[in-house]
């Protein structure tokens, strides 16, 4: 279902509040709105009558996809929330959302550099005043703000901390004026660098060797950095990769793995997944796990992601036994 073109950004603004409840509303505006902002609201408030449940349904569900992309956004990056939403959504919907939200963040102050890895930012702010760092991280994510600050001189970080408790409004001209002079501090050596290496180039490069290539690399690599090795191993299979497996090794992984972590790995990921996995259960499991699914209620994504983690290992401690075989490049056919 679609909201109506009719329905303003001012009206959803004012249904969502409605629909939230006076405490809850009055909190967000206090804390979120200019008095300018506060007094258009609560005005197109006064002036509406009954919202059909029907609307009112369509702005909720609005409003909880976009928070749903910025959180994955701020988790991962664009990249990330891309496959997330895809995953809950579908493709057109996750872009559809990915430009609304791209768009309310590039025209928010310091949108553009909210995806900046915390370190290149820290080079450029810790000689700045202050009021000046701690402007900037009060808006920028938690995650993002909380590494600078931490990275910050000992005897500064006190100092900032309670400047961002103390900020009250400032000017658009003097926010404008130094997310400008950041950008150009950024943009000199944004243009400059290329990001050329990275785990990600190595999982992509250790899924095109052999199996003895690959098992020799990690070995050396768990010598020299286990946590490096770690994070390469859990990446070079991942959960909804379980498709690419034959039937009887998913029947073989299904029969190590615990059903909770089974219905969670399967509410966070997609229907071929789902279908993959239901299809090499007997009748009677595919549907208790279908009903534990239907009445575990909300599951928080950490919870999804360690789930299928646990999977994920134990499909590859099968393959490292020689039960199961994950198919690699380089390899010889395997002949049945």
């Known amino acids: 279902m679609c909201a109506s073109p ?46 059909p449940s029907d609307v009112q349904s369509v702005v909720i569900d609005e409003f909880s996809q976009l928070a749903q992309a910025r959180s994955y956004l701020a988790t991962g990056g664009p990249d990330y929330a891309k496959e997330m939403l895809e995953k809950a959504v579908g493709k057109d919907r996750a872009t559809t959302i990915l430009d609304k939200v791209s768009s309310t963040i590039k025209s928010k102050p310091f949108g553009n550099i909210r995806n900046t890895d915390p370190r290149n930012l820290l080079n450029f702010i810790k000689g700045e005043h202050p009021q000046t760092i701690a402007l900037i991280l009060t808006y920028l994510g938690p995650e993002q703000a909380s590494m600078v600050l931490s990275s910050l001189a000992p005897e500064t970080q006190a100092d900032i901390a309670k400047r961002i408790a103390t900020i009250d409004r400032v000017s658009p001209e003097v926010l404008k004026n130094v997310e400008d002079v950041l950008e150009r501090k950024l943009s000199m050596v944004s243009t400059h660098e290329e990001h050329s290496g990275g785990i990600k180039p190595l999982v992509e490069i250790l899924n095109k060797v052999d199996r003895s290539t690959e098992r020799t690399i990690l070995e050396e690599l768990e010598v020299m950095d286990p946590d490096l090795a770690e994070n390469v191993r859990n990446m070079l299979f991942v959960f909804e990769d379980i498709v690419r497996l034959p039937d009887a090794s998913i029947q073989r992984v299904l029969r190590e793995v615990d059903s909770k972590d089974l219905a969670k790995a399967i509410k966070g990921s997609n229907e071929e997944v789902a279908e993959t996995i239901y299809r090499n259960m007997s009748k009677r499991a595919s549907d208790m796990l279908s009903d534990e699914i239907k009445y575990m209620g909300p599951v928080r994504l950490r919870d999804v992601e360690e789930s299928q983690q646990r999977i994920v290992q134990i499909i590859r401690q099968l393959d490292e036994s020689g039960e199961i075989i994950i198919a690699r490049g380089g390899e010889d056919a395997i002949l049945t």
């Open 6 to 51: 009719n329905i303003t950004g001012l009206q959803k603004a004012a249904i969502l509040l409605i629909a939230l409840g006076s405490d809850l509303s009055a909190n967000i505006l206090k804390n979120h709105f200019h008095d300018d902002d506060m007094e258009k609201i609560t005005q197109q408030i006064s002036i509406m009558n009954r919202i």
